[in-house]
């Protein structure tokens, strides 16, 4: 069974632009989650998407957004984009099994604002 | 904020056993131990996860304390490629994870 992919894989931007992530779960997978990963901050949760509906949200401000579509995959969007936005975005997905709910990673897309 | 405490460094020779230890000790009745690891700027990849028995698959054991306070996760026989930050993580499954620094652990030949 395929991984959980994201693309683009890399990403460079200047500032005050938008970028659009993709990514897209493990086949029978429904939940997909996004962590934003900075040196300062560590790994933080940005939001979770389950059926759709965006069910759990971190403490990012609104230029921080997503979606997600019937087929599952999810994107994140972030708009006026600031050199601190500067992260490895990371995507999760996973069955939403109420007992033990296990997210697999995908491998990330690196954005670098300039 | 994670609720959960490791230590930030850890070494282990090549082909001993890596002994984990992360303790949580306001977990809740209903939260799940979860053990990820990351290899340099990778995604984290999924280890191993319990609520109170020990648990052991291919990749490691898990040992949660009877008052379920902490727990260690143990890499049986360390190599090379088990150089990463190890997270350890309590939640409900129904909720989102909160990671918090890690412990690197360094696998020395």
């Known amino acids: 069974k395929a991984g959980v992919t994201q693309t683009p894989r890399y990403l460079i931007k200047t500032r005050g632009q938008q970028v659009t992530l993709s990514c897209s779960p493990i086949s029978g997978h429904r939940s997909v989650s996004w962590y934003q990963q900075t040196p300062g901050q560590g790994l933080q949760f940005l939001f979770e998407?389950?059926?759709?509906?965006?069910?759990n949200k971190g403490n990012f401000p609104g230029r921080f957004s997503g979606r997600q579509f019937s087929n599952s995959r999810s994107e994140m969007n972030v708009s006026t984009l600031e050199l601190g936005d500067s992260a490895l975005y990371l995507c999760?997905?996973?069955?939403?099994?109420?007992?033990?709910?296990?997210?697999?990673f995908g491998p990330g897309t690196r954005l670098t604002v300039l | 904020d994670a609720k959960t405490t490791q230590p930030p460094s850890m070494d282990c020779a090549e082909g001993r056993a890596a002994n984990l230890p992360c303790n949580h000790s306001t977990i809740s009745g209903n939260e799940y131990v979860y053990w990820y690891r990351q290899i340099h700027s990778q995604g984290p990849q999924y280890i191993i996860h319990?609520?109170?028995n020990n648990e052991t698959n291919e990749m490691a054991s898990l040992i949660i304390t009877e008052d379920r306070k902490s727990s260690t996760l143990i890499l049986p026989h360390a190599t090379l490629r088990d150089t990463a930050v190890y997270y350890c993580?309590?939640?409900?499954?129904?909720?989102?994870?909160?990671f918090g620094a890690g412990t690197r652990l360094t696998v020395k030949p």
């Open positions: 319990g609520l109170k």
């Open positions: 993580i309590v939640r409900v499954p129904d909720n989102d994870m909160r």
């Open positions: 999760a997905s996973s069955l939403r099994d109420p007992r033990t709910d296990t997210q697999y």
């Open positions: 998407y389950f059926s759709e509906t965006q069910r």
